[in-house]
């Protein structure tokens, strides 16, 4: 009668469900892992869970079959054997995690990878069956106990893989895990089971020989099953560690970049000596940076925020580290031996910055902001050092752009007062704080006005009047532009409408258009909503925009003002010839008036701006485009103007600007 250690049989079968579970486990965490990674980071996850569960079934297939062994010697096999076994398991368990592996794992991918999983188990288990074999011991395999124990084996990766999916959703997640691993035990378990039922049928009465070692035969096993779950478990233990360190730098890294990013900048001052150490903290912002994103897109500016990490990067080193915190912001904490002063290290930063710029086929100009904070006497800690360089980027940049400012306490009250008029703007309208003035545009051949322009003015009740060039800006770059220009052009329509109804008629009103605006769809809507609360006529209405303006949002502002332009409103160029070229596109747009910069009537007795405002006149001429001079302040500016061929002025010559009611007066006391 064959002996199959029956005293062993439910320790070895626990032991063989045991190393099953583990390295199920252990898979299965990499395989959720693996769901969740990218790039190299996918393929390293994928390799360890196919490879320790291919190990596993391995270990948990030759375990279980120990009590045949115990009472006969197998055939050989040994190491080959073993290697081909974990090699079947091995591929058949990436297949199936690479296939389940997506967060939205369908059911037929499930199928799939659970037959895929069931297959490799169930050719890993007769390969370890086969190497039984030998002169005494000569298994048969009855075909419906192979489909039995292959069934077992995908319906029960079917279970774990579905658990899989369902723990990548559920705030139980370990729970799910663990149930997995304990299905995908169970069915390799299972397979042992079946087979060592086959084999007790079909051996029931027959002796091993005296001379056949089969104990010599279950010690190697039991080598191999010992050195392979050693192995195992520095595998995972490897895995967690690798693991670990990735989070680590994923925590401390921008995946931009690559460089470090605000929670390192956190730790870097945390550490104690480099506080004390640090000499200057440099924060430098990218100038127009959201105009890229909105003319080019977000890939263009990413690519850009990469290039702009890349050039600063190499300002690293001895004494200098680069953090990039968010967006289109960087910061250098330089120490005293880094070689430069903070000035000089600013100067070489922005010059590096500035140099042409190729993305993706596209010449960008590219510049940035600089804010120094420099110790000891900005403070001496780091997180002080980073306060006062916020602060000096942020009067960089309302001083222009490519410059860099050292922190002074002056800095912190613009910028309390820059707080409190962006806090003010959010209620500014509802609480009527804004009014409408207009200037007169004179025509001094026929000595009397031709239309008003609409200037905006704020009265804040603690800040006083707030003139629109410290305002406006702040209401582009916050938002709040669009309801404000809805409502001046609606009150200045309104005002137009009430004056021309009370004289002959006639007198137009201009007003002026943000750069912002030419980003959205919606000026359209806007300007024809206004003109028909009001009445007015739309030839009456002209809109001023910028040479900036319809430069960096050409074919938006082109394709916009002409649609504007076929509904009757009139369009202006306002500060003509402040900077930005606009003659090589002047020909493309059907400007009715040209607004002569007022830069040009500080300097006019120069012999080159002579020159210049002589040109500017002749080409508007030549145009049959209305030109009107602004900036006019003396006799003598009016008289070099008319001489010049310029009649249309505008300026304190004529008239400061003035609210509604003086206005009334005035247009009466013209009248008069």
């Not at 200037?455 to 702040?474: M, N, T, V, Y």
Request: proline content about 4%.
């Amino acid at each position: 009668m064959i002996r199959l250690q029956g005293n062993y049989d439910g320790l070895i079968m626990l032991l063989s469900f045991g190393m099953a579970f583990f390295t199920s486990y252990s898979a299965l965490k990499f395989s959720d892992r693996l769901s969740r990674a990218q790039g190299k980071r996918k393929a390293a996850w994928l390799l360890l869970s196919g490879l320790v569960m291919g190990c596993g079934i391995w270990a948990a297939h030759s375990s279980g079959m120990l009590p045949l062994r115990l009472d006969y010697p197998s055939g050989g096999g040994g190491p080959s054997v073993a290697i081909f076994s974990i090699l079947s398991g091995m591929m058949a368990s990436l297949l199936a995690f690479y296939v389940t592996s997506s967060q939205k794992t369908t059911k037929p991918k499930l199928v799939a990878g659970s037959l895929a999983m069931g297959s490799g188990m169930a050719a890993a288990y007769h390969l370890e069956m086969a190497s039984l074999e030998s002169s005494v011991l000569q298994l048969p395999y009855p075909p419906l106990l192979a489909a039995a124990s292959g069934l077992l084996a995908a319906a029960a990766s079917y279970g774990a893989l579905r658990l899989m999916k369902a723990s990548r959703t559920s705030g139980r997640g370990r729970h799910f895990q663990a149930a997995a691993a304990g299905l995908m035990a169970a069915g390799i378990c299972g397979m042992n089971v079946i087979g060592m039922a086959a084999a007790r049928r079909h051996y029931s009465g027959i002796t091993p020989l005296p001379d056949e070692p089969a104990h010599a035969d279950a010690a190697h096993v039991l080598v191999y099953i010992t050195a392979m779950l050693v192995v195992l478990a520095a595998v995972s233990w490897l895995a967690k560690q690798w693991e670990r360190a990735a989070l680590k730098r994923l925590a401390y890294t921008d995946p931009l970049t690559g460089l470090p990013n605000r929670n390192a900048l956190q730790r870097f001052f945390g550490g104690g000596k480099h506080g004390t150490e640090l000499r200057a903290v440099l924060m430098i912002d990218l100038d127009q940076f959201k105009r890229v994103n909105d003319r080019f897109g977000y890939d263009i500016g990413d690519l850009m925020i990469q290039e702009a990490g890349s050039r600063i990067n190499q300002f690293a080193g001895t004494g200098r580290k680069v953090f990039r915190l968010e967006g289109d912001q960087f910061l250098v904490a330089a120490r005293d031996e880094a070689g430069w002063t903070a000035d000089e290290l600013a100067e070489h930063i922005l010059e590096e910055l500035r140099r042409p710029c190729w993305i993706a086929g596209l010449e960008i100009q590219m510049t940035g902001s600089i804010g120094i904070g420099c110790a000891p006497r900005n403070g001496n800690r780091g997180a002080e050092l980073v306060k006062t360089a916020h602060s000096a980027l942020y009067y960089a940049k309302s001083q222009g752009q490519n410059r860099y400012s050292v922190y002074d306490p002056e800095m912190d009250k613009q910028l309390s007062r820059r707080m409190i008029i962006e806090k003010g703007l959010r209620s500014a309208l509802t609480k009527g704080q804004l009014a409408v003035y207009y200037q007169p545009k004179w025509d001094t051949e026929m000595n009397q006005p031709v239309g008003f322009e609409a200037l905006l003015r704020w009265r804040h009740p603690k800040l006083g009047a707030i003139g629109p060039d410290e305002f406006i800006s702040i209401a582009e770059e916050t938002g709040h532009i669009a309801p404000i220009t809805e409502w001046v052009l609606e009150q200045a329509c309104r005002d137009c409408s009430a004056w021309n109804a009370m004289t002959a008629g006639g007198l137009g009103v201009s007003v002026n258009l943000s750069s912002r605006l030419f980003g959205s769809l919606g000026l359209q809507d806007m300007v024809s909503r206004a003109l028909e609360r009001t009445g007015l006529p739309p030839g009456m209405l002209e809109l001023e925009v910028t040479e900036a303006a319809v430069m960096n949002h050409f074919d938006h502002a082109k394709e916009q003002l002409a649609r504007l332009q076929r509904s009757g409103v009139r369009i202006s160029m306002d500060n003509f010839g402040s900077g930005f070229s606009f003659l090589g596109s002047i020909d493309k747009l059907s400007l009715q008036t040209l607004k002569l910069d007022r830069l040009y009537m500080r300097e006019y007795e120069s012999p080159p701006m002579k020159a210049i405002v002589n040109a500017i006149i002749s080409l508007a001429d030549q145009l049959k485009i209305q030109l009107v001079a602004e900036g006019v302040e003396t006799e003598r500016q009016l008289q070099f103007l008319r001489q010049a061929g310029c009649s249309v002025m505008q300026g304190y010559y004529f008239k400061k600007p003035m609210p509604r009611d003086e206005l009334d007066e005035w247009l009466a006391g013209l009248s008069a």
